[in-house]
């Protein structure tokens, strides 16, 4: 029981397996970024918005949500805190204290980093090449790593595929 995150740099399909996963009855939590763009920032680019003022946004948004979700079910999240404070470090430069002692103490079940698809699409907030998903990537590794977590590497495959095999290592997490 718990939360996981489906994590991984821009493009690795995460999205996907979270739909996937929400059609197999499994609860979501939908990607803050992408819901508060949407809510706060309508109509505007990635490169429109103040990245501290989005990131500080997307933050507040993923406590609510987390402070409101009881962990007696399975809930997967498209993203996590992790993924905030790598892209406060990449973006804003610093990392509020508030961001990084909620990201100590709450607690994710498990961390499922996906590995890069075979094509590269930019979209409204998908604004990075190639070169920097991959730093994107490597950094939100690195930032589960020193929350204390051991990240589970998904490997590229069909998205059926990913997900039992994200499936199979709950079922182990969970004996």
Do not use: C, W
Request: charged letters at 30%.
């Amino acid at each position: 029981m718990g939360v996981y995150v489906i994590s991984g740099g821009p493009g690795v399909g995460k999205t996907t397996i979270i739909e996937s996963l929400r059609k197999r009855g499994f609860k979501v939590l939908e990607e803050a970024a992408r819901t508060v763009a949407r809510e706060k920032f309508p109509g505007k680019t990635i490169k429109e918005i103040d990245p501290k003022k989005f990131q500080n946004e997307i933050f507040r948004f993923q406590a609510r949500l987390l402070f409101s979700h009881k962990n007696k079910e399975i809930v997967f999240s498209d993203r996590g805190l992790g993924d905030t404070i790598a892209y406060y470090k990449l973006r804003v430069g610093k990392v509020p204290k508030e961001v990084l002692d909620f990201a100590m103490r709450f607690r994710y079940s498990g961390i499922f980093i996906l590995d890069f698809l075979l094509s590269y699409f930019k979209d409204s907030l998908r604004q990075e090449d190639e070169e920097e998903a991959k730093k994107i990537h490597g950094e939100i590794i690195n930032i589960y790593r020193k929350l204390g977590y051991k990240p589970v590497l998904v490997p590229f495959m069909s998205v059926e595929k990913r997900v039992n095999f994200i499936l199979s290592k709950i079922n182990k997490y969970s004996k």
